[in-house]
């Protein structure tokens, strides 16, 4: 019996999910952004991620669900994609808290949002993350796109910005 529980786990260990990897995704929520057929392929491509999946790839399934509640006309299924979404964020950030992309995912949802969700108490503290780790970041798209969307903010000071582009 401790031999098959042991070759079981073995076998179980080496099944993998199916998990997308983060480039794609990546790719996939610009396109998500906007229109509602492109925010399915993102939900869809995130489906086998769970929390036990890595911080970036849960953050990244958090913002799906936001995506797509902006699409959902039922007001009940909306609130529930938007606090699932919520809820996959933060813990996100919890578990990974110096890590940029998951502060630019949370400030780009964020600053979009509607004020009365009374889901905005992070943008300043993620913006000014954002700018102090800028010259950090190696990823040369991610970098662009943090650039783009912090320069078309209304969040972000002139001043801030040239502290970007130095």
């Known amino acids: 019996m401790n031999k098959f529980l042991f070759i079981t786990t073995i076998l179980m260990g080496m099944i993998s999910k199916n998990e997308?990897?983060?480039e794609v995704v990546r790719s996939l929520f610009y396109e998500a952004a906007s229109n509602k057929s492109a925010?399915?392929?993102f939900s869809r491509a995130?489906?086998?991620v769970d929390n036990n999946s890595s911080p970036i790839l849960l953050c990244y399934k958090g913002v799906a669900e936001m995506i797509l509640a902006k699409h959902v006309f039922n007001p009940?299924?909306?609130l529930e994609k938007f606090r699932n979404g919520k809820i996959l964020i933060e813990e996100s950030i919890v578990r990974d808290p110096d890590d940029l992309e998951?502060?630019?995912l949370r400030f780009s949802i964020q600053s979009n949002l509607p004020g009365f969700l009374g889901y905005d108490e992070e943008i300043f503290i993620d913006k000014t993350k954002?700018?102090?780790g800028y010259s950090t970041i190696k990823d040369t798209e991610l970098k662009?796109?943090?650039l783009t969307y912090l320069s078309?903010?209304?969040y972000c000071s002139i001043t801030e910005l040239k502290k970007l582009t130095k």
Do not use: M
Request: aromatic content about 8%.
């Open 130 to 132: 954002l700018i102090n």
């Open 144 to 146: 662009n796109r943090i």
């Open 152 to 154: 078309d903010s209304k």
């Open 46 to 48: 995130l489906s086998e």
């Open 76 to 78: 009940f299924n909306k």
């Open 39 to 41: 925010a399915e392929k």
């Open 102 to 104: 998951l502060r630019f």
């Open 20 to 22: 997308p990897k983060v």
